[in-house]
C-alpha cells in the first residue's frame, strides 16, 4: 500500500465501498479478515477505510484481470 497523506486523504464507509463495487460488506469483511482488501481503521466501534487504499485495490484488481485475459487470449491462439 502506499504511504498515506491525511491531509489529502478521506475516510470512507462500508456503504461508499459496496455503492462503489456494487459488492456485499460481508465479502469485503471476509477479504479484510484474511489479508486480501485494505484493513479498517477502528474509530471505537466504527470503521472506515482509506479511500487511497480502496480506489488502489480496485485498480489493482481491474489490472490483474486484464492481464489475465491477455494471458488466456494469448495462450488460445498460439
Same mark, same amino acid.
Given at each position: 500500500m502506499? $504511504?498515506?497523506?491525511?491531509h489529502e486523504?478521506?475516510?470512507v464507509s462500508m456503504q461508499f465501498i459496496t455503492e462503489l $463495487?456494487?459488492?456485499s460488506d460481508k465479502?469485503?469483511?471476509k477479504l479484510a479478515h484474511e489479508g486480501k482488501f485494505p484493513k479498517p481503521v477502528k474509530f471505537g466501534r466504527s470503521s472506515r477505510w482509506i479511500e487511497s487504499?480502496?480506489?488502489e485495490w480496485i485498480e489493482e484488481k481491474?489490472?490483474?484481470s486484464r492481464t489475465d485475459s491477455v494471458v488466456i487470449f494469448n495462450e488460445g491462439n498460439e
Amino acid at each position: 500500500m502506499s $504511504t498515506i497523506n491525511i491531509h489529502e486523504d478521506k475516510f470512507v464507509s462500508m456503504q461508499f465501498i459496496t455503492e462503489l $463495487t456494487g459488492l456485499s460488506d460481508k465479502w469485503f469483511y471476509k477479504l479484510a479478515h484474511e489479508g486480501k482488501f485494505p484493513k479498517p481503521v477502528k474509530f471505537g466501534r466504527s470503521s472506515r477505510w482509506i479511500e487511497s487504499e480502496v480506489k488502489e485495490w480496485i485498480e489493482e484488481k481491474i489490472k490483474l484481470s486484464r492481464t489475465d485475459s491477455v494471458v488466456i487470449f494469448n495462450e488460445g491462439n498460439e
